[in-house]
């Protein structure tokens, strides 16, 4: 064994330019979507490196420009162009970004709704289907979706890969948010699947960060010769379109994640609460896409853009701009009026940030380091809000904002292709937890949570039930995600019949329920009788989840109009269990 | 072609030392024990890739056969390879180790990775919870004062159990309450599946059986007895009445081997105090004494604790389940040849 890895780094050294390909040639890439910005990594065989564009930029631009029948994603971005004008083009409607906030969603969904006041077009039915998203092209509307969007983009990333490493990239983990649903994840695996890519392990971005807080911890541990003493770091994850937070505990390079929560609230959020703030009637003024609208939409998007990016390091900024038919604005803007305008934003954040250290069963004394990341972290009513709730005065300091969650994607990349690196570098682990509830409409519309949020993953739990109707020979199983106490209020994932149930009293039939999530995060659902049992019984149902596509909304409604009540099922009272 | 695997007591080696990032304050002890992830998993370096040939988990199967009873793991603790006065901070540690050995991430997307991780994990939940935990040493005897669950008549037997060494596989109680007792075709006797069932027709089945092998027992005896029978070997029905008739009285196993974890908890507590650590509070032993779970979770009386001795209970028969099926060590405890039966 020694011998071989000898061999192994003899080869390496003779063969500095092919250490890459030829050591690991098959080694997952990370990559980092976000909302506005994203980066790709990989383990290049000593550390984690993050590849630059021909623009020689690390962190590019997540949108795709339809302009003139040709489409250019924002790995490139063209070539020679100020930035000026590419912050124009993309705001002109010829170009499609926001993918990651707006994929996977019901147009009933108010992301979604917030999102028809975008350069491109978003239309909406508001009976919970997918939005209708085009572009301009050749002044006419061109339909595409956040998928293809998606995928197109990817394609550009896989190729920029596949240039810097000189060989195929086929394997990626990629980061999401906490507040993902399933269903937005398959999307994502779709979109990476149009691309050529396989999603080897989709993390939440926090969980990825904690994997790199763990990695340092370790490599501290090894410089200084120190303890292995556990810490426990609270992670914030702010960008564009989502807030996530994490409760991790590191010792010995395992990272054990004991609590996540998150939710969509970012810095597109908090832009269109300052459009709207410093031009009243912004709603009425924008409504209907018309080419002057578009244009004056941007002039306006750009310069709240600006003088929130400067508010960062100043008391207070001016925006001054003519938006043409007679519309101005001039405003002076302060720290004070920006919190109170966001205030619901800040609420959302704190509410999370408490329901992850509840749920972690912590208090704010147990946490040792504050890790902040994203873009939104720099903002100082965000910093003073996290690091108040956590009763520190600074946050963890050898983190970058911006760079986290991709290198964490990098190392999971590597772990999980079986990397074995000599130094130990790689001598880590990621022990994930569920972000959601998940489980089935039982008992009426109540939600029957089979698997609670936070356990550890990879984990099956099973739960019975029985019937509620004498002589009842068929059930329906909807599985749902999310936290909501009714069915209803949660994400339909799927459903199916279990059929041939002996006839029988009510309550005289047990059914199992138990619910599979693998380390590679998928979900399988198995259903089956399990008392009486008899040679007539059918044999139990495997479903892998979530089966929707569309709709969900009033399929959940249709479900429970045409079988919730006769197909009802009840949870039978806890018992031991085979 | 795979490598031997170590010697049990270079495995125990290799388990108690931890990783050399995972540098200790407190003195590395050799553990009696081999946690069990060790000794399925091996050393991970031993394998020039991460992903396991099927073929070497066979070969692990044979030479773990040769084991003595020592390294048949006997309770969660030696699961997670720690001695049942570990403190949490030990039991997250090891914990953190065995995962490492067998998590999916690190060893592959075999499905009895997954399998056995998602144990780990059940096991740690257990005992990293207070409350439970406290539960579990009382059913076991690691609490010095905790009565053996088979002398005491508190407890309500409200769950069945199937003495497989008398059973003669007649169908009897199957027929008349399958919804609870299901015959074994590899084994021809009968087992119980699932313990919802009609009150009236499982007694019914104790009353018409003619060997008297079925009885009501409380849940922590279950959990005692289905930890018990996970050590054993089992033959077919129609074998052991042929000749190999030799029965072992389970319940009495059970309830000796509990004796004896007790007694090892009264012999380390006098051992304590002769020596005065009464100021010594690293130990989670610190209030050996104590007999009910910590004094918060007293507060939600009889029905708390009962449904956490059920749930004890449903982990011990699910763990039963997890070392048939073949991804734990196999039983080392054989039944007597027929040769010894006739001194």
Known sequence: ??????????????????????????????????????????????????????????????????????????????????????????????????????????????????????????????????????????????????????????????????????????????????????????????????????????????????????????????????????????????????????????????????????????????????????????????????????????????????????????????????????????????????????????????????????DAKLVPEDINDVILVGGCSKIPRIRSLVLGLCKKEVSYKNIDALEAAVSGAALEGAIASGVNDPSGSLDLLTIQATPMNLGIRADGDSFAAIIPRNTTVPARRDMLFTTTHDKQTEALIAVYEGEGERAEDNHLLGYFKITGIPAAPKGAVDISVCMDIDAANVLRVFAGVVKPQGPAIPPFIEVRMPTLDDGHGWCGQALAKMYGRILDLAVLPKKLQP | MAPPLLSPPLLADALATPPRSFLCSRPTRQLPTVGLAGAVRGDRGRWSVRRRDPRVFATSTEADRERSEEDVADDYYSVLGVMPDATPEEIKKAYYSCMKECHPDLSGDHPDVTNFCMFINEVYSVLSDPAQRAVYDEIHGYTATAINPFFDDSAPKDHVFVDEFTCIGCKNCANICPGVFQIEEDFGRSRVYSQSGSTELIQDAIDSCPVDCIHWTSAAQLSLLENEMRRVERVNVGLMLAGMGASINVFRMASARWEKRQAKVLEKARTRMVKQETSDTRSSWSEVWASSPPRDDQSNGDGEASERAKRAAAAARRWREFSRRGADRPPTHKLPEAVGNKD
């Open chain 1, 1 to 358: 064994m020694a011998e071989q890895f000898y061999t192994v780094a003899s080869d390496s050294e003779t063969t500095g330019e092919d250490k890459s390909q030829a050591s690991f040639p098959d080694v997952a890439v990370g990559i980092d979507i976000g909302t506005s910005k994203c980066s790709v990594a990989i383990w290049n065989g000593h550390q984690v490196e993050l590849l630059k564009n021909t623009r020689n930029q690390k962190g590019m631009r997540s949108y795709v420009m339809f302009k003139d029948d040709t489409l250019s994603a924002g790995v490139t971005g063209g070539a020679a162009k100020e930035n000026a004008h590419e912050e124009r083009d993309i705001l002109s409607g010829s170009a499609i970004f926001n993918m990651k906030r707006l994929i996977g969603r019901m147009d009933t969904d108010e992301v979604v709704q917030a999102s028809k006041t975008l350069p491109f077009l978003v239309q909406t039915l508001g009976i919970g289907v997918r939005p209708f998203i085009a572009a301009l092209v050749n002044n006419m509307w061109r339909s595409t979706t956040p998928e293809e969007v998606l995928a197109i983009f990817l394609l550009e990333l896989k190729a920029l890969v596949e240039m810097h490493l000189k060989h195929p990239v086929r394997n990626a983990v990629l980061t999401i948010p906490v507040a993902f649903s399933r269903f937005q994840q398959t999307r994502i695996e779709r979109a990476c699947a149009m691309a050529g890519l396989h999603v080897l392990r989709l993390m939440p971005e926090p969980t990825a960060v904690a994997l790199l807080y763990a990695q340092q911890q370790q490599q501290l541990v090894h410089d200084n010769m120190g303890s292995g003493i556990e810490k426990i770091a609270l992670i914030f994850n702010m960008g564009a379109g989502y807030c996530d937070v994490a409760v991790a505990a590191t010792a010995g390079g395992v990272s054990q994640i004991r609590a996540l929560s998150g939710c969509t609230a970012g810095g597109e959020d908090i832009l269109q609460n300052i459009m709207r703030h410093v031009l009243p009637n912004f709603d009425g003024i924008y409504a209907g896409q018309t080419m002057d609208r578009i244009k004056s939409m941007s002039l306006l998007r750009i310069a709240t853009q600006d003088a929130i990016h400067r508010l960062v390091s100043q008391e207070s900024v001016e925006i001054n701009i003519d938006l043409g038919n007679g519309h101005m604005v001039s405003k002076v803007l302060d720290h004070s009026e920006f919190e109170q305008v966001n205030r619901a934003i800040f609420d959302k954040c704190e509410k999370i940030i408490n329901q992850c250290l509840a």
